[in-house]
């Protein structure tokens, strides 16, 4: 029973995985604004994260962020430059925070997201400063990726074609790999088996 197991394992370990590690992208925001305001185009996908920190020394700041896709909309609470700390390094206000995190949907959170960057002096708006970022499709699936980026219906049939014969042909020698893995592992399982029933006689 424990070799069908080893053998389980060892073939989900030999079949290929498809999707992307998440990302978290920083977003320092100072006196003069996001840095950067714009995250570069191609940096993040559905599930990855950014943090916005406030690193404005300007005395009484607060900042605000707001972030806005096709009217869908989040804003963080009121962003300090330092929390106070007890003795024990604990904060002394647990609603103080320092850090907004932003978290973009795994499903249907691609495209351009705007962000608004307010920041209060002594709880009177003093500027407004913008960015964005353009979240890219997480794609899973190879053959929904090839119907998104191509336009031409003439170059759409021939590059599914070749995409679906490489993707055929990438996952049957993944498929053979994993049983040939098993077959070894049954071979080399046997064995043993074996060898254990000769030392017992």
């Known amino acids: 029973m424990r070799i069908l197991a080893v053998?389980?394992?060892?073939?989900?370990?030999?079949?290929?995985?498809?999707?992307?590690?998440?990302?978290?992208y920083t977003v320092i925001v100072n006196s003069e604004g996001g840095?950067?305001?714009?995250?570069?185009?191609?940096?993040?996908k559905e599930g990855d994260s950014v943090w916005f920190w406030m690193k404005d020394t300007t005395e009484n700041a607060t900042l605000v962020i707001e972030i806005e896709k096709?009217?869908?909309?989040?804003?963080s609470g009121d962003l300090v430059f330092e929390c106070e700390l007890d003795?024990?390094?604990?904060?002394?206000?647990?609603?103080?925070?320092?850090?907004?995190?932003?978290?973009?949907?795994?499903?249907?959170?691609?495209?351009?997201?705007?962000?608004?960057f307010l920041t209060y002096a002594n709880d009177t708006l003093v500027k407004t400063s913008y960015g964005s970022v353009d979240i890219q499709v997480d794609l899973h699936d190879e053959m929904h990726n090839d119907s998104h980026h191509i336009t031409?219906?003439?170059?759409?049939?021939?590059?599914?074609?070749?995409?679906?014969?490489?993707?055929?042909?990438t996952k049957s020698k993944a498929g053979i790999m994993a049983v040939l893995s098993l077959f070894g592992i049954l071979f080399v399982a046997s064995q043993m088996g074996e060898s254990t029933t000769f030392e017992e006689e």
């Open 7 to 24: 053998t389980l394992c060892l073939v989900m370990l030999a079949s290929p995985v498809v999707g992307h590690e998440l990302q978290i």
């Open 35 to 44: 840095q950067p305001a714009d995250i570069p185009n191609g940096t993040l």
């Open 70 to 75: 096709d009217g869908a909309t989040a804003r």
């Open 87 to 116: 003795e024990n390094g604990s904060k002394v206000d647990e609603n103080c925070n320092t850090r907004y995190d932003f978290v973009f949907n795994s499903l249907n959170s691609a495209g351009v997201w705007n962000f608004t």
């Open 152 to 169: 031409d219906e003439n170059e759409s049939t021939t590059t599914k074609e070749s995409t679906s014969d490489t993707k055929l042909s």
